[in-house]
């Protein structure tokens, strides 16, 4: 089968079911200073997975206060990843805007912590 161009590489069912997304709630934002490039140290209320650390690269849209008490789509289940001396535990996502900055995906409506995307 030939994948287009434009369309990533197709994975399986299976695959898709293994990815962990799940709704979080931001409860601290700070500055990242250490990080190679403008980044947080976000904690995520993730209900019952508990509270997980985040590094995100969102610095051109938001400010910290900007992000305390927003929920976002993460990806819980990819494992931690070392970030200078900080351990990232989830990975908040987003979309790039025309101008290459983060947006974050967001429920449209506010629906319970550690909610699975279905």
């Given at each position: 089968?030939?994948?287009?161009?434009?369309?990533?590489g197709?994975?399986?069912?299976?695959?898709?079911?293994?990815?962990?997304?799940?709704?979080?709630?931001?409860?601290?934002?700070?500055?990242?200073?250490?990080?190679?490039?403008?980044?947080?140290?976000?904690?995520?209320?993730?209900?019952?997975?508990?509270?997980?650390?985040?590094?995100?690269q969102?610095t051109?849209?938001?400010?910290?206060?900007?992000?305390?008490?927003?929920?976002?789509?993460?990806?819980?289940?990819?494992?931690?990843?070392?970030?200078?001396?900080?351990?990232?535990?989830?990975?908040?996502?987003?979309f790039?805007?025309?101008?290459?900055?983060?947006?974050?995906?967001?429920?449209?409506?506010?629906?319970?912590?550690?909610s699975?995307?279905?």
């Amino acid at each position: 089968m030939h994948t287009p161009p434009d369309q990533p590489g197709l994975i399986t069912w299976q695959h898709f079911e293994q990815t962990d997304l799940r709704v979080g709630t931001i409860v601290e934002a700070r500055a990242f200073p250490e990080a190679r490039r403008p980044a947080y140290q976000l904690l995520v209320d993730l209900g019952p997975l508990g509270l997980r650390k985040s590094s995100a690269q969102i610095t051109e849209r938001y400010t910290p206060e900007d992000l305390v008490g927003r929920q976002v789509l993460c990806v819980s289940n990819l494992g931690k990843k070392q970030i200078g001396k900080f351990i990232s535990e989830v990975l908040v996502t987003g979309f790039e805007d025309e101008d290459g900055a983060i947006v974050l995906a967001q429920p449209a409506a506010p629906v319970p912590n550690g909610s699975k995307l279905k």
